[in-house]
């Protein structure tokens, strides 16, 4: 079953603007990570933030979570040419045995116009 | 350096014909996962494994096998393969279970005609 679901599925803006993207998931979460995939390339780890974290910060890359609406939002600063990628949230479902598996969402694709 | 390999980077082959794509990591890693990605549906975990003889189904295992004999290694395996099971295909492993980050092999694009 799908559990993150990013949005937009599509985002083009100017470099130097900002670029929010958000993911909602459905069950409860030990954590949430994202990821970042160059065309056809393998995925690229950006962040991860706990559930009981509330925000996170690396570079430009900015991440929230609120676990009450069950949702997070990547904001990335500034953006560049290089930022152009798809974008992915993942979550890894709580189970009483640790979490076995990860789930992915469908990704949005973000582009980074010059 | 650490990392993740996954052999061969590209394949086409025909219906039936058994197939093996490997999957290799450097990290001393105990949780090893496959995925596959397709347009409009993002990844979906085929298979996943916890540590050495210890797998288990993701959300799309029917038509694949994987086998967990050496921690490093953990392969993929087509015993039919059949159109539908045209896709790009990742590795990936973590330390110890999903809830760490993740590294993902380079893919392996694979057509079946």
């Known amino acids: 079953s799908q559990q993150g679901e990013e949005d937009p599925q599509a985002l083009s803006i100017q470099e130097g603007e900002n670029a929010t993207m958000n993911c909602s998931y459905k069950?409860?979460?030990?954590?949430l990570q994202w990821y970042r995939q160059n065309s056809g390339r393998g995925l690229v780890h950006l962040i991860l933030?706990?559930?009981?974290?509330r925000e996170k910060h690396s570079g430009r890359l900015r991440v929230t979570l609120d676990t009450s609406k069950k949702s997070s939002s990547l904001l990335i600063t500034a953006s560049r040419a290089a930022d152009t990628a798809s974008y992915f949230c993942?979550?890894?479902?709580?189970?009483?045995?640790?979490?076995?598996?990860?789930?992915f969402g469908q990704g949005t694709r973000l582009t980074i116009n010059p | 350096e650490a990392q993740v390999t996954q052999n061969p980077r590209y394949l086409i082959t025909v219906t039936g014909k058994k197939l093996t794509v490997t999957c290799s990591q450097n990290?001393?890693?105990?949780?090893m996962s496959w995925y596959r990605q397709d347009p409009g549906l993002g990844l979906r975990q085929i298979y996943y494994?916890?540590?050495?003889?210890?797998?288990d189904k993701g959300d799309v295992p029917e038509g694949y096998k994987v086998s967990r004999k050496e921690k490093r290694n953990f392969p993929l395996i087509l015993e039919s393969p059949s159109p539908n099971q045209t896709s790009l295909y990742f590795c990936?492993?973590?330390?110890?279970?999903?809830?760490?980050?993740?590294?993902f092999g380079p893919g392996t694009r694979l057509t079946v005609t």
């Open positions: 990936a492993s973590s330390l110890s279970n999903p809830s760490y980050e993740q590294y």
């Open positions: 069950t409860s979460i030990n954590n």
């Open positions: 933030i706990r559930s009981n974290e």
């Open positions: 993942a979550t890894d479902a709580e189970a009483p045995q640790g979490a076995q598996k990860l789930v």
């Open positions: 990290m001393n890693h105990e949780y």
């Open positions: 494994s916890m540590n050495v003889e210890v797998t």
